[in-house]
């Protein structure tokens, strides 16, 4: 397989904080959607943020890792719920850090038990491109659950 490049653009007109911007992605799947100062540390008011697009990027990848790692065992997810929320907090000299990233999985896949189910919930975790992307940067946690169909 051929190297991966994927690219979205920003445009951004005026101050940090009373300006405002767009990012449109080269697929064309969605956008452009509106980003501003506001958006990313008050109220989103139907505009997105790089934190909120990282938390998107995360829950996809990871849905996809965790259904490979699923299907090395031979089980296939009948659903995966994902759910990733990413942290922007204060840097300790100044300006901000992302610093957590907590991933919240549903799942529904039978003939597992919930310690190996646990065991390749973590896999994924680490597995996931975008993950490992985070590693070294990023507190990145876990909670697994799998629920009955």
Excluded: Y
């Amino acid at each position: 397989m051929a190297t991966a490049i994927r690219r979205a653009d920003a445009h951004w007109h005026g101050a940090l904080t009373t300006g405002t911007g767009e990012v449109s992605l080269e697929s064309g799947a969605c956008g452009p959607l509106g980003i501003s100062w506001p958006a990313r540390v008050e109220d989103p008011n139907g505009q997105t943020s790089p934190e909120e697009l990282l938390a998107a990027a995360q829950a996809a990848c990871f849905a996809m890792a965790f259904t490979a790692v699923l299907g090395r065992e031979a089980r296939h997810p009948e659903r995966l719920d994902v759910s990733v929320a990413i942290s922007l907090d204060p840097a300790e000299h100044g300006g901000f850090k992302v610093s957590r990233s907590h991933i919240t999985v549903h799942a529904v896949v039978g003939g597992i038990d919930e310690e190996t189910f646990q065991e390749l919930a973590d896999e994924a975790r680490t597995g996931c491109p975008v993950s490992a992307a985070f590693q070294g940067n990023v507190d990145i946690t876990i909670d697994a659950t799998m629920v009955t169909p």
